[in-house]
């Protein structure tokens, strides 16, 4: 077969593409698809190796307060409830004439092992300072009470009295609410 210069250069021309054309198509473009499908993959378990983390942490974090909560619940003293814990306060700080009512309430867990206990309290017209010592008292106290919710209001003929709505919650055992 006798084939002329410039037809072998045609052939070798189209073979030249044709080669291309199959090592881009088959080749390249496979593993260029290939190496950003990966990239995702791995920017997609980055993120969820970060969401992990955080969850660690945070669960680290409710485990110790968890803990100290514990803690503090075997340290009370036999008969411990909310209502007569924060009574007791209230006359030690002097603001048990200020007390327009007390009422108590307590939210249970699905587990029924622990719940909440709760006690919404009035006081009326007293002294900012008064309300900040019945607080600090509540506060600092060693039986895990805490200020869930504080509502004021200025009084009096000067508007120098207050009235205040404290929320007061703490963990209980279940069988204790």
Known sequence: MNISQRDKKALI?????LITFVVVQFILVPALDRKKELEQRVAANETALNEIIAL???YSS????NMAETGILSQRAKGFTLFSFLDTLAEK???K???????????TFNDKNYAISMVKIKLDTLYLKELVDFLYSVESSRNG?????????KTGKEQTMIDAIVEAETLVKGDAA
């Open 97 to 107: 004439d200020n007390v327009a009512y007390m009422k108590p309430s307590s939210r």
């Open 62 to 65: 409710l485990s110790r307060m």
């Open 56 to 58: 660690q942490q945070e």
């Open 13 to 17: 021309i189209c073979a030249g593409f």
């Open 93 to 95: 700080s002097g603001v």
């Open 145 to 153: 009470v805490h200020i869930r919710s504080l509502s004021l209001s």
